[in-house]
């Protein structure tokens, strides 16, 4: 009896044992677990929650885009943080849980297990990436924005991420313990958000951190800001890919070349990075600042009467400016009515980012200075300059009154306004409405004795129509240097004032 035997074709593998294909999937699968770990979860949580609540009224409706940019950096930290964590713990999951001599099986070695881990990080780096943009369009649609952002400074929370996540694989490839990554954030806390960093405000070292800060108390334009953003971006990427090739070579890579060539170009880009931000101030851009200063080119337009100069990206700011002045002038009777003023708008850019510099009151006949930053506290501070010009005739008069006329000044500032006492609170020193204090303006400010301050709050209270009336009649004595802060509070229908001037001793 015959048996017949059926030949069976052999097995073909249609892929090689270590696919790229296998790395894919790892990769998704690792992705997918690290954006469902619980320190990534409540990281991402508190950062759509802080960019909401944040955005909701930052720049009081009136953002620069040139500032808004740079304000998308530092909450990504705290998911780069989180990150390096969870990442770090999912590449030592095997070894806590002593599986590690199964993956001798597998189809993917130690290496491609490495690549995997740090490919499952970018899911999270978009997902940054999608928050930055969130924050940054709110802005921008905002119908108060003026300037222009930058790709690069948008690229750093992102970025962070990523160079966050590869440093928590390469720790797990290193140093082999789940204590690693935790003592390595509180290190990175104290290092970064407590601002402990190398270097001083003009030292080309400080952005060899991810994040580098610069605050001042006025927007610049944005060709004058001098921060290296593309380079820096440029740097962060190169060093987040340097980080993440050295943990694929310490993760069992050091027999291939493509590994080593990578780390060379990786290396190379970290480089040109770093040496192009650390340049400093390139001496046309001081030029630049000192024109900008001294001598700016601006675009000037009448509007109502009254000429407007501004910065090229200020401009859709002019009506804003004009309805202030028109609603100040309005309040003042004489010729103070029809006065046609120059408002230009001016700002210390010699110092960059770096420092605030003051400027001194423009000593220009109806000249009022304008400020780079708008809303809240900045639009009292604006109406009392253009105030002051009305009733002294420049600025650098205005700054020097300290007698009855700051009644008139004030009331002029704030009477129009629709909180007229909330506005007098924001443009004081102390947030005060009562006793003395020091009235904020973008140039020298002006100073308020407690019983200025009691006759202003008192016409604030009263019917705008009735001080209007008694503001207007009396103008020419309101207005004469040397009255008194009682002699106007008398003609203001405001009794009981008997404190002495400062500058009648």
């Known amino acids: 009896m015959s048996t017949l035997v059926q030949s069976v074709p052999a097995a073909v593998r249609t892929q090689p044992r270590d696919s790229w294909a296998s790395v894919a999937a790892l990769a998704r699968f690792e992705a997918r677990r690290l954006l469902l770990a619980p320190p990534v979860l409540v990281a991402f949580a508190v950062y759509f929650a802080w960019i909401v609540w944040h955005t909701l009224d930052s ?21 780069a943080l989180a990150i390096l964590v969870s990442v770090n713990l999912a590449v030592l999951r095997s070894r806590r849980r002593d599986t590690d001599r199964h993956f001798d099986v597998l189809v993917l070695p130690t290496w491609r297990r490495t690549v995997a881990h740090v490919l499952s990080v970018v899911p999270a ?19 108060g924005a003026v300037g222009h952002g930058s790709p ?23 140093l082999k313990s789940a204590y690693v990554g935790p003592l390595l954030v509180v290190f990175l806390l104290f290092f970064l958000v407590l601002g402990v960093a190398p270097g001083g405000s003009d030292s080309g070292t400080r952005w060899l951190t991810p994040v580098v800060g610069e605050y001042s108390g006025e927007t610049l ?19 987040g890919l340097t980080v993440g090739v050295l943990a694929v070579l310490a993760g069992g890579g050091r027999r291939l070349k493509s590994v080593y060539g990578a780390l060379g170009g990786a290396l190379a880009l970290t480089l040109v990075g770093a040496v192009a931000q650390s340049g400093g101030t390139p001496a046309a851009l001081a030029a630049a600042r000192e024109k900008a200063t001294v001598d700016p080119e601006q675009t000037c337009v009448r509007r109502g009467g009254s000429t407007y100069c501004a910065y090229p990206e200020w401009e859709p700011r002019v009506g804003t400016w004009a309805q202030v002045v028109d609603e100040v002038s309005g309040l003042a009777g004489g010729t103070a009515h029809d006065q046609e003023l120059l408002v230009r708008q001016r700002v210390e850019a010699r110092y960059g980012l770096s420092g605030d510099g003051t400027l001194p009151p423009s000593g220009t006949a109806h000249e009022v200075t304008v400020g780079t930053r708008w809303g809240g506290a900045r639009v ?22 300290c007698d009855g006329r700051i009644v008139t000044v004030m009331w002029l ?21 009562s006793g003395s204090a020091i009235v904020l303006q973008l140039t020298e400010p002006l100073s308020m004795s407690a019983a200025q301050t009691d006759v202003v709050r008192t016409l604030l209270t009263r019917p705008r129509g009735e001080v ?38």
Not at 59 to 79: E, H, I, K, M
Not at 384 to 400: C, F, N, P
Not at 469 to 481: D, F, G, P, Y
């Open 125 to 143: 780096a978009l997902l940054t990436a999608l928050g930055v943009g969130v924050q940054f369009g709110w802005e921008a649609l905002k119908p």
């Open 59 to 79: 720049y009081d409706g009136f953002p620069a885009l040139q500032d808004a940019d740079r304000d998308t950096q530092s909450t990504p930290l705290l998911v």
């Open 221 to 239: 334009p944005s060709d004058l800001l001098g921060r290296p953003a593309a380079w820096h971006a440029v740097y962060l990427l190169g060093l």
């Open 468 to 505: 209007t009336a008694l503001v207007k009649e009396h103008w020419t004595e309101l207005t004469a240097s040397g009255v008194t802060t009682a002699r106007a509070a008398e003609l203001l229908g405001v009794r009981g004032i008997t404190e002495k001037d400062g500058c009648e001793e």
């Open 413 to 433: 500032a704030l009477g129009w306004q629709d909180e007229p006492v909330d506005a007098l609170r924001k443009v004081r020193l102390d947030d005060s409405v």
């Open 380 to 401: 009292p501070e604006f109406s009392s300059a253009v105030a002051a010009v009305l009733v002294t005739g420049s600025e650098r008069a205005g700054s020097e009154v």
């Open 152 to 174: 690069g400074e948008l690229l750093v929370g992102p970025l962070t991420v990523l160079l966050f996540g590869a440093v928590g694989v390469l720790l797990a490839r290193v």
